[in-house]
């Protein structure tokens, strides 16, 4: 029987562990019914309450009812009481339709105008305003700015051949982090919390990608190495950007203590970014070989792209912070899952065993014919997402769920409630990585929009090709070699901008 997991609705297990819970409600098909009757208006759409001058912020402050919860415990709360649509306003001009229908969701992805408008990361957009002239990045600029943005990155961040071209130094500090990691081992091959040094291969991984560089993560420990100074750093913009939607915006006003902290933090990142760039850029001349499959980022994003200077160190500093946390925590989710499941991990070694035979070098081939270590890492991202979800803002009148959204109104989609739920997933509760092979009759009679870990559309996640290449790579390099089991305690799950372990992840390392 699978190791078990606490989070807001029961436990996670294997197909073949203990059962699991009920979903809350059976929900009806509300598109379908909706469809038959004239939509109800936006100001019947229910809600928790909101107050004038201060709206809804006073229920995350001391003493309200959601203070110190996680958010998905305050949205089922608020599902039970309000249904699978409702709406919020955090402080007056910031307010929210909550939707957990994968219809609905579909809706805001294919009604999305031509430039999503996705309006998060308010305090660092207001960093980039104040001191940043007003450039903006991927996740925090609009309209025809984001447009242009995204146009120019593209090219080189999704082409398959430009991402495979990276994999040779991503097998390299793989092979550094497990080193390191076995070395750490205790006599009974544990290694006590695994979180800190899949923070470092990340952020090894995104300097190779970001600055052709290696930044001595597993060989320069000490607390004030730019290494560990960079991880830090980046973990404080992570954090701070959660905590703005539970405080009132007086960051507007003047340097509150955590604007003040985002500002040091974001000063870092830029310092390393700055310095590393340049030294990027001395490897190059500007009749290098570098196109959208060929070339480091860097050089290709100044010499054969329409960005700024400034816009493209924007870029790289959204990448780093971006990039770090969520390949760390889907790595650690992962292992964990597999650490819990041994059936399930022998699947994945044997599938490993059998695809590389006797080669020791890992190609983009290889990875391709893994189709079960994709399916495992797939239903990772359903079970225990990294990305709770995705935020919209409608660029026009919309219907969801039988009510009138108007244009303007920022959705938040919860893809982490959708998934858990046994209305769109069977034994939604277990791991079942079979329910995403392509021979799996289930994956093509449920609803596409079930679960999309990296969003839909144009504004869908761009790093989401390297963040699948370092994730597979370090895990065939593990699990080819050890057997992994997971001896720390019961899982909790911590929500900031993205869900991460809130507990130390024990692991032991059996050679094979």
Request: glycine share 6%; aromatic share 10%.
């Amino acid at each position: 029987m699978g190791r078990q997991l606490k989070h807001a609705r029961g436990s996670v297990t294997a197909a073949n562990g203990s059962i699991a819970l009920e979903s809350l409600f059976q929900r009806p098909d509300t598109a379908s019914a909706n469809a038959l009757r004239q939509p109800r208006p936006y100001s019947e759409l229910p809600g928790p309450k909101a107050y004038p001058v201060i709206g809804g912020i006073i229920n995350y402050l001391p003493g309200g009812r959601f203070h110190k919860k996680q958010f998905m415990d305050i949205h089922r709360e608020c599902v039970e009481q309000y249904g699978p649509i409702y709406r919020e306003t955090f402080v007056p001009g910031i307010e929210f339709v909550h939707i957990s229908d994968p219809k609905d969701i579909e809706e805001v992805f294919r009604s999305d105008s031509q430039h999503p408008i996705r309006q998060a990361f308010f305090m660092l957009s207001h960093y980039n305003k104040k001191y940043n002239e007003n450039v903006q990045g991927l996740l925090t600029s609009q309209g025809d700015d984001w447009s242009k943005i995204r146009k120019n990155v593209q090219q080189k961040m999704l082409k398959p051949k430009a991402v495979a071209a990276y994999l040779p130094e991503h097998s390299i500090v793989a092979d550094e982090l497990w080193n390191h990691v076995m070395a750490l081992r205790n006599q009974e091959k544990e290694v006590d919390d695994l979180r800190p040094i899949l923070d470092r291969y990340a952020a090894e991984c995104v300097g190779v990608v970001c600055f052709s560089k290696r930044l001595g993560a597993f060989s320069d420990l000490s607390p004030e190495s730019d290494a560990q100074r960079f991880i830090q750093a980046v973990s404080v913009v992570m954090d701070i950007s959660q905590k703005e939607f539970k405080e009132l915006p007086w960051y507007r006003l003047f340097k509150t203590a955590s604007f003040r902290k985002l500002i040091e933090a974001q000063g870092f990142i830029r310092e390393i970014a700055v310095k590393y760039s340049r030294e990027a850029l001395e490897k190059f001349s500007q009749d290098s070989a570098i196109d959208g499959e060929h070339g480091d980022l860097i050089p290709y994003l100044l010499s054969k792209t329409a960005l700024s200077e400034r816009e493209v160190l924007t870029i790289i500093c959204e990448f780093i912070f971006a990039g770090v946390d969520t390949t760390s925590h889907h790595l650690s989710f992962v292992l964990y899952l597999l650490g819990t499941h041994p059936e399930i991990q022998q699947r994945v070694y044997q599938e490993i065993k059998t695809t590389l035979g006797d080669s020791k070098e890992i190609t983009e081939s290889h990875i391709g014919k893994m189709s079960y270590l994709k399916a495992v890492t797939r239903e990772t991202h359903r079970l225990l997402p990294v990305a709770p979800g995705n935020i919209r803002t409608s660029s026009k009148d919309i219907v969801l769920s039988g009510y009138t959204i108007p244009a303007g109104v920022q959705i938040a989609m919860h893809h982490d409630f959708i998934s858990t739920e046994d209305a769109y997933f069977d034994n939604a509760e277990q791991f079942i990585p079979d329910r995403w092979l392509r021979s799996n009759q289930a994956r093509k009679d449920r609803h596409p929009f079930a679960s999309v870990p990296f969003g839909f559309g144009p504004r869908a996640c761009i790093g989401r090709r390297f963040a699948e290449q370092e994730g597979h790579i370090a895990l065939i390099k593990v699990l080819r070699d050890y057997r992994v089991e997971y001896t720390g305690g019961e899982l909790q799950k911590e929500c900031s901008i993205t869900y991460s372990p809130g507990n130390k992840m024990t692991f032991r390392f059996h050679e094979r």
